[in-house]
């Protein structure tokens, strides 16, 4: 039962243009969202994150999107670059919870 | 001047074989995790500990058993290995409480022959 999907397994962008990850998750008891981004051979490191009471957070050049409604959210990052070249992990976590729940990720190229 | 540092890096070892994992974190945090990405590529946590005190242990068998010596670490035992238990095992650790976010370490791939 996989509670949170990236149905995306890869994505190929071109230097500068905008990224698009989507992701969408099944239990509505889910109030925190964050994005984690890997490279080979390293850990996942932390990116963004978005609480259920908002529907935008920015940093820099990346943004996450919420919808509730559609319990869909979506990272953008613009514009990208070649060094954001990685897998991209979307979590979720519920209230008076401590483990986050992943997405299997999806691979973003960025080429020149 | 790492915050997550487990080891070893890479761990190749037959069926049957008793193997340990060591984590630990330098950042003052206080719970730590184990997540096990398999060859799916799924990342799910295995174990948590807060202040050395297991608080979640999500159905994973009996032959894994976590150590927290101190909440620096946690260390994680695995008995009577199996091909199955072939996966890459991430040490990670947060602040804690509601709605912060897990610094990873670089994994461990256990490969089981």
């Known amino acids: 039962d996989q509670q949170v999907k990236q149905n995306s397994p890869s994505l190929s962008v071109q230097e500068g243009r905008i990224s698009i990850l989507n992701c969408d998750y099944t239990?509505?008891?889910?109030?925190?969202f964050l994005w984690y981004k890997k490279y080979p051979a390293e850990g996942p490191t932390f990116l963004i994150s978005i609480s259920s009471i908002k529907d935008k957070n920015e940093d820099g050049r990346f943004t996450v999107f919420l919808n509730k409604s559609a319990k869909h959210l979506s990272l953008h990052i613009v514009p990208s670059q070649p060094g954001d070249s990685a897998v991209y992990f979307c979590?979720?976590?519920?209230?008076?919870?401590?483990?986050?729940?992943f997405g299997t990720g999806t691979r973003l190229q960025v080429f020149p | 001047d790492t915050a997550v540092s487990q080891t070893p890096k890479y761990l190749v070892t037959q069926m049957g074989n008793d193997k340990s994992i060591k984590c630990e974190q330098n950042?003052?945090?206080?719970?730590m995790y184990w997540y096990k990405q398999d060859s799916k590529k799924f990342l799910k946590i295995m174990f948590s500990?807060?202040?050395?005190?297991?608080?979640i242990n999500e159905t994973v068998p009996n032959r894994f058993s976590p150590k927290s010596p101190d909440k620096a670490h946690l260390n994680l035992h695995i008995n009577s290995l199996e091909l199955g238990d072939s996966a890459v095992y991430f040490c990670?650790?947060?602040?804690?409480?509601?709605?912060?976010?897990?610094?990873f370490g670089q994994g461990t791939r256990l490969t089981v022959v």
């Open positions: 990670a650790s947060s602040q804690g409480g509601r709605n912060t976010e897990a610094f």
């Open positions: 239990n509505s008891m889910f109030d925190y």
């Open positions: 500990y807060n202040n050395k005190e297991l608080i």
């Open positions: 979590a979720a976590t519920r209230y008076n919870t401590d483990k986050l729940i």
């Open positions: 950042l003052g945090h206080d719970t």
